[in-house]
């Protein structure tokens, strides 16, 4: 990363406070160091543990050390909004929008659906990632706000539990139905896409698709490899600069419910699904 600096420092004093420490051993301001704080760029090891810290009046004690993750360009970085599909109390659905990250880095995680949905749900909960979207990819995602539903939900997609739909715009005239299993990164992958509408002008498709197995960018991949990539796709497909964004959205989920075990579905509106138009 241009510009990236990684600080360290040992806490020598008993006493001291984050902030305090940290504004010793820097050049930045209190208020600098605050939104820094809160972008999720401070981590700190204590015994053989280490872990993001945001407060900035937590108490330090001698021989913790203090990690600052400094990059101008990802802390000045904004995140698209995300909306609220649903909120269940102890878990929500959220529709992601494409450019938001699914998972923070060391260097922040204030561009995440997870600390997005800490920021806006009233009242305020912990936010635990199940399951993630690519970059790029919109649609639905859902965020636990307690450790057992977290634990409940991620049994649900190891289990396979947990149907996913997406619709996706495609480059060529697909086939009315096609299966596609090429593996990914060696591990076994199914995709069932279906052809929802074609548009011979633009020579698109509209597809549904299916998946059984949750691998590393497995519809863009599977897609790709079949001869129809996704539009918008600069990474598996032929994008170009001027094209749209990528035209994959993670329209439906369905599950039986972590508190209840009744069937529940939850779906994204039609204008916020791609479209041939």
């Known amino acids: 990363m241009s510009d990236s600096r990684v600080l360290q420092f040992e806490v020598e004093q008993a006493g001291e406070v984050l902030l305090e420490r940290l504004a010793r051993g820097t050049e930045f301001s209190k208020r600098a160091l605050k939104d820094i704080l809160?972008?999720?760029?401070?981590?700190l090891t204590r015994d053989k543990g280490t872990r993001r810290v945001r407060r900035a009046k937590a108490p330090l004690r001698v021989g913790d050390v203090l990690h600052l993750y400094y990059d101008p360009q990802v802390l000045a970085s904004e995140p698209p909004p995300a909306l609220l599909i649903a909120d269940e109390g102890a878990y929500s659905v959220w529709f992601k929008p494409s450019g938001m990250f699914s998972q923070g880095s060391k260097w922040g995680d204030?561009?995440?659906?997870?600390?997005?949905?800490?920021?806006?749900?009233?009242?305020?909960r912990p936010a635990h990632t199940v399951h993630r979207l690519d970059r790029a990819t919109s649609g639905l995602i859902l965020i636990a706000h307690k450790?057992?539903?977290?634990?409940?939900?991620?049994?649900?997609?190891?289990?396979?539990?947990?149907?996913?739909t997406y619709q996706a715009v495609v480059?060529?005239?697909?086939?009315a139905r096609l299966t596609l299993e090429e593996p990914v990164d060696g591990r076994a992958a199914r995709s069932h896409a279906?052809?929802?509408?074609?548009?011979p002008q633009a020579d698109r498709s509209l597809l549904e698709v299916r998946i059984e197995t949750?691998?590393?960018?497995?519809?863009?991949?599977?897609?790709?490899?079949?001869?129809?990539?996704?539009?918008?796709?600069?990474?598996?497909?032929?994008?170009?600069?001027?094209?749209p964004d990528l035209m994959l959205c993670a329209v439906q989920l369905a599950f039986p419910s972590p508190d209840s075990g009744v069937d529940v579905v939850y779906q994204v509106a039609p204008e916020l699904r791609p479209t041939l138009t």
């Open 171 to 175: 480059c060529g005239q697909f086939p």
């Open 38 to 43: 809160g972008k999720g760029a401070v981590w």
């Open 194 to 199: 279906t052809t929802l509408d074609y548009d």
């Open 214 to 243: 949750g691998r590393k960018h497995q519809i863009r991949r599977h897609l790709s490899g079949a001869g129809f990539p996704i539009v918008g796709d600069r990474l598996h497909g032929r994008a170009q600069p001027d094209d």
């Open 147 to 164: 450790k057992k539903t977290a634990r409940a939900l991620s049994a649900l997609f190891a289990s396979r539990e947990v149907e996913k």
């Open 110 to 124: 204030h561009c995440t659906i997870g600390r997005w949905s800490e920021r806006h749900l009233r009242p305020e």
